[in-house]
């Protein structure tokens, strides 16, 4: 007996292994990864208002880098867009004419990295956007927060102004 249980524990180890070894050879692309460096899915949640789902497009030579988080509610769609570009050559000449996404005159956003403007966005359809743009240092960045529901009671205007802000001092403390 004592040969017996040795052998099924041997043979339970060996099963084991097995699995370990297979599951490590499994791709971790079926795996849903945002790797975002300036926000997480967590915080683009809370500021989105539900679970969102989160793609990261790194910099590829001559296009900024992107990440884009999308909550989908029963009411409304809405999305954090995130646009970087590092070592822009005219930083402050390159926010300025990222500021022509306004619909309206901007307004600073203070104490977000060295200077940033916050915004309207021209609107699409039935869309209703915030947008800010700022630059730290030479990196040039732009967040754009959306609505697919102009009245949608989730996202007053005020709100999405302060969400955005949340999501602009993520962005800028991370790029520091």
């Avoid at 296009?63 to 909550?71: D, G, I, K, L, S």
């Avoid at 609107?123 to 960045?141: C, H, I, K, L, N």
């Avoid at 996202?155 to 302060?162: G, P, V």
């Amino acid at each position: 007996m004592d040969g017996n249980v040795r052998m099924r524990k041997s043979t339970c180890i060996l099963w084991l292994l097995f699995a370990v070894l297979l599951s490590s050879l499994t791709p971790r692309s079926a795996y849903a990864a945002n790797n975002c460096p300036w926000l997480n899915e967590a915080t683009a949640s809370g500021i989105l208002g539900g679970s969102s789902v989160g793609v990261f497009k790194p910099e590829a030579k001559g296009q900024a880098a992107v990440c884009e988080f999308t909550f989908k509610g029963s009411d409304a769609q809405r999305t954090l867009r995130i646009i970087v570009e590092t070592s822009v050559a005219t930083p402050h000449a390159r926010l300025t004419a990222v500021e022509h996404t306004c619909a309206v005159s901007s307004s600073p956003l203070d104490a977000i990295g060295n200077e940033a403007i916050v915004c309207l966005a021209r609107p699409r359809g039935r869309e209703r956007s915030e947008f800010v743009a700022g630059r730290v240092r030479d990196q040039v960045f732009s967040i754009t927060l959306t609505t697919d529901r102009r009245d949608d009671p989730s996202f007053t205007a005020e709100t999405m102004r302060m969400h955005i802000a949340v999501a602009a001092e993520q962005v800028s403390g991370n790029l520091f």
